[in-house]
């Protein structure tokens, strides 16, 4: 291969990696929420009775947290969430059946060191996804892409539904799209008579969405596939003023409905792989 050829896929390659971040990014305590609690009722009980309540406390936090994220996975079909389901329930587990601060970490039986064993292993196979991006909701990258070319241009918000035009699919496949959407946390599809609607959700939102599914469709923009091979895009306020400055608002809608067309493409033609790999190279981070 020529150097003039390799320079230029290579170009390709990671041409949406350099485009300027057009997306505020407002931290968001809700991710924090399960957390704080659990430490606030651990403070509580060791306060009121002691450590070896504190931590009778915090394993029954952990064990009934892991069966919300099983919830979660029955919605979204993201591996993520059996692997933090097992990692919660282990280490509740283990908080219980070690309820003295001077055990924790102890093996006092071979059940403790199966346990114990389990909970390293969830504990890494969890990071792993995390760190693959596996466990990354990808709405703030879905947002990006449909502002690459969208330049500073005030030229009206509407909230009202915009065409974005047709591509082929069956039904079978469209449904099939749609999980593959949800299992990789890029859109949640909700499920209407003549069409499903996607609405991708930002890594800041996702406990909004998660605690209130119904909700939180209502404030964010979503683009809807229907039976027919019509596709409709709604661009929210709510996510319209999530960028820097205001954005051509036509164009911004009209790369929205290309974007999650050519995705549908992808998924069409078996390279549905190459969705995750063009939302991961806009580079924006694990939290974010």
Request: proline share 3%; net charge positive.
């Amino acid at each position: 291969m020529s150097m003039g050829k390799l320079k230029s896929k290579n170009f390709q390659k990671n041409k949406i990696m350099y485009f300027s971040r057009k997306q505020r990014y407002e931290f968001s305590i809700t991710g924090f929420i399960a957390a704080i609690t659990c430490l606030l009722l651990y403070a509580l009980a060791v306060i009121f009775y002691g450590y070896k309540e504190g931590f009778a406390v915090v394993g029954a936090f952990f064990i009934l947290y892991s069966g919300f994220s099983i919830w979660i996975f029955s919605r979204t079909g993201n591996m993520s969430y059996i692997a933090a389901s097992l990692f919660q329930f282990f280490f509740g587990l283990y908080f219980l059946t070690h309820p003295k601060l001077s055990a924790i970490w102890s093996v006092d039986s071979k059940i403790s060191g199966l346990i114990l064993l389990m909970c390293v292993i969830s504990t890494i196979w969890l990071f792993y996804l995390f760190f693959k991006k596996k466990a990354k909701w990808k709405g703030r990258e879905v947002f990006e892409l449909a502002s690459v070319s969208a330049e500073p241009q005030p030229d009206g918000f509407t909230d009202r539904p915009r065409p974005a035009g047709r591509t082929d699919y069956t039904k079978s496949e469209l449904l099939g799209f749609a999980r593959f959407m949800s299992s990789n946390l890029v859109a949640m599809p909700y499920f209407e008579n003549e069409r499903v609607v996607f609405v991708p959700v930002k890594m800041d939102d996702s406990f909004s969405y998660l605690f209130r599914p119904g909700k939180f469709r209502q404030k964010r923009s979503w683009v809807a596939f229907d039976f027919q091979g019509n596709v409709t895009v709604n661009i929210t306020r709510f996510d319209y003023l999530g960028y820097k400055e205001e954005l051509s608002f036509d164009v911004l809608c009209e790369n929205m409905g290309r974007l999650f067309i050519r995705f549908m493409e992808f998924y069409r033609k078996g390279e549905a792989e190459r969705i995750i790999f063009e939302l991961n190279e806009v580079g924006l981070g694990l939290t974010s």
